[in-house]
């Protein structure tokens, strides 16, 4: 028949995805080919837990023996319609992948664990997926068969957990019990299908908890993951140049409260590493707004905080930025990588980090570009190693109002000072001094007249390869400090004048999109040079002068993951036609508005201003969703707002005290 699991190994495969897409008849034939095999896999297995568990209780084995029974009339009604379409069953090499799962059980609750409760629960949605997309294909027939096999799987899932809940530890919830209990190489993501038919496990009698956390549960059913890791901090940890945990209280809240922030840029089969899972509600309301959930793995910042993975394979590991600190974290994962990949730390990376290596590349960048609607070389910082050197400096800029002197590596507004009239005050004298201890160098440049800022996003592959994200639109607050990004309709809000700057007044809507790979082309070059390998954020800003308004092409260069990327990643699931912002709020903004929490006030948003998905049914369409935990946040959470312009923006989210401060 050829249906030897030998086979599998042996003669040419055809997997599931080759034929999953029911094209023809042939390939809704061989797909049920596919569920026949799953069929005659089970009822051997439980052949083998009859034969392995002699002592197990009677009424166990009698539940089985009527389990195997029911796998064999599948199996014969399978084969039948396959007949009956032009499918011989054999005709293509069957997986043995069950029986590699199964077979090796020690006991009989390995046994219910792992088929019953596991491979045969997936089924619950499978079947229930099937019989709708053959009944839509007008093929009642196979509908039929998957119907009656779903009723039968609500049994014989059923039979797993009666006996689960016999022998597991009261102690114990049935989720932990489950999963503690559940035999390698199996994870919770093999008990579901397509879609999640909660009705169906009600039905079975697991309990509410239980599914909740089902639901949300991910893990790679094959791929090698990545692990993603939020370390804010990347920069202050290059700027100082010594290991230790040198972080700011500020700056640990912060990566506390959006340590799983990079669930919204990874992929479902990733792993983000957390200090406490986001709550299942909270993961409940994201999916149900089209959001995936990755696999969160709890872990604190110690020695031994990896612990769960050191035995998995991984694609790779990806920080928040890159540091000398973020590589010794990731370091016991040295062994579990890809072929390839490393941990990405080399000591020439420091430079990029620096706004003295972004004023060297601005200059680069300007004398190959040449074109008029872009700044002159007047604009571009002066690196000093002295104090002499900056006051040297200050004098060159004596007709502009307020010149910034920024040190060498810092982030997010942090780190420079403003000075006026071409001269230093006592206390800016001792700041620089300090400076210039610690990094050697600081950047001095005029105070432009900002009109807006932008951020270009892109990656540098292990080939050195360039490939561009797009163009984001930014905001900070009075401090510089920031506050959030346009997620989509970059341009909202913004008048005609700069409407048309950016897009070549009209007769260049592509200006913008080309400055982008010439900048992305032009650096790109020069961080792979050194070996770099990961993502790269260039901010950048229009300003007023007195020839009208400029473009800066580049003001910072960061080789590290960012806000902007962030939001580049909501525009997914946002409808395009629609005005959204991504924000960073916090809990004084909160108090501020009268509410205790930021879960309190999270909860009013809802109330207010609900997010709802489009009539699509696939991106969202209006509202406001925390797409971090608030539940969970002690100073900030991240928020998304949804709209029909800026204006209902700004407007809705006045209703809940929120100047959104754009």
């Known amino acids: 028949m050829g249906l030897g699991l030998d086979e599998w190994h042996g003669r040419e495969k055809m997997r599931f995805r080759d034929v999953g897409k029911l094209h023809s008849e042939r390939e809704r034939g061989l797909v049920l080919h596919f569920f026949a095999n799953h069929e005659l896999l089970a009822l051997e297995l439980m052949a083998l837990a009859l034969l392995k568990f002699p002592d197990a209780p009677q009424k166990f084995r009698r539940g089985v023996v009527q389990t195997l029974k029911d796998e064999q009339e599948h199996v014969r009604m399978y084969r039948r319609r396959m007949d009956e379409i032009g499918v011989e069953f054999g005709q293509i090499p069957v997986s043995d992948y069950f029986w590699k799962a199964i077979a090796p059980m020690r006991s009989p609750s390995d046994f219910v664990t792992g088929l019953s409760l596991t491979l045969e629960q997936a089924n619950l949605d499978y079947a229930v997926h099937y019989a709708g997309v053959y009944e839509g294909l007008g093929d009642e027939s196979t509908a039929a068969i998957l119907r009656q096999i779903y009723k039968d799987e609500i049994s014989h899932v059923k039979h797993g957990l009666v006996w689960f809940e016999r022998w597991r530890s009261a102690e114990q919830t049935q989720w932990d019990a489950y999963r503690e209990g559940l035999p390698e190489p199996l994870s919770p993501a093999r008990a579901k299908g397509i879609g999640f038919n909660r009705q169906g496990r009600l039905k079975v009698g697991f309990d509410c908890a239980y599914i909740d956390e089902l639901e949300i549960f991910s893990r790679s059913r094959g791929r090698c993951p990545n692990a993603f890791w939020f370390n804010p901090n990347c920069e202050g940890e290059v700027a100082a140049g010594r290991p230790g945990d040198l972080a700011s209280k500020q700056i640990r809240q912060l990566a506390n409260d959006l340590r799983a922030l990079p669930m919204l840029y990874c992929a479902q089969d990733d792993v983000v590493l957390v200090e406490r899972r986001p709550s299942v509600e909270f993961l409940r309301t994201l999916r149900a707004l089209g959001f995936t959930v990755p696999e969160f793995v709890e872990c604190d910042s110690g020695p031994m905080a990896l612990k769960s993975l050191v035995e998995r394979k991984l694609h790779g590991v990806r920080p928040w930025g890159w540091s000398p600190q973020s590589a ?312 998304l707002l949804v709209d029909q312009n800026l204006s209902g923006c700004r407007q809705r989210a006045l209703e809940v005290g929120l100047d959104i401060g754009v």
């Open 328 to 639: 010794a974290f990731f370091a016991p994962l040295a062994d579990q990588l890809a072929p390839g990949e490393t941990l990405g730390w080399q000591p020439a990376w420091r430079a990029l980090y620096s706004k003295a290596w972004s004023a060297d590349h601005l200059r680069d960048f300007m004398d190959e570009s040449g074109e008029d609607w872009m700044c002159g070389t007047e604009v571009i910082g002066r690196i000093c190693q002295s104090v002499d050197g900056v006051e040297s400096a200050l004098a060159h800029w004596t007709d502009w109002d307020e010149v910034v002197i920024k040190a060498a590596i810092e982030s997010s507004g942090r780190g420079q000072i403003h000075a006026r009239g071409g001269r230093l005050r006592s206390q800016q004298r001792g700041w620089l001094e300090n400076v210039l201890a610690r990094h050697g160098q600081v950047v001095v440049e005029p105070w432009l007249d900002k009109v807006l800022d932008l951020s270009l996003h892109f990656d540098i592959d292990g080939n050195g390869q360039v490939h561009v994200a797009g163009w984001t639109r930014f905001f900070t607050d009075q401090r510089g400090q920031y506050r959030g990004t346009f997620v989509s309709q970059m341009v909202a809000g913004l008048d005609d004048e700069t409407k048309k700057f950016l897009y070549g007044d009209g007769r260049d809507p592509r200006r913008l999109r080309r400055l982008g790979e010439q900048l992305s082309a032009h650096l790109g070059s020069s961080l792979a040079e050194v070996g770099y390998v990961g993502p790269v954020c260039i901010d950048a800003l229009v300003y007023r002068c007195r020839g009208g308004l400029r473009f800066k092409p580049i003001v910072e260069i960061n080789p590290r993951t960012s806000m902007g990327r962030v939001a580049l990643s909501l525009r997914q699931r946002v409808n395009s036609a629609r005005t959204a912002l991504w924000l960073v709020v916090t809990a004084r903004e909160a108090q501020a508005a009268g509410y205790a929490s930021l879960a309190e006030w999270a909860a009013e948003f809802e109330t207010v201003w609900p997010a709802r998905l489009a009539d699509d049914g696939a991106q969202i369409g209006e509202g406001a969703l925390f797409v971090t935990d608030p539940a969970q946040a002690g100073a900030c959470a991240g928020l």
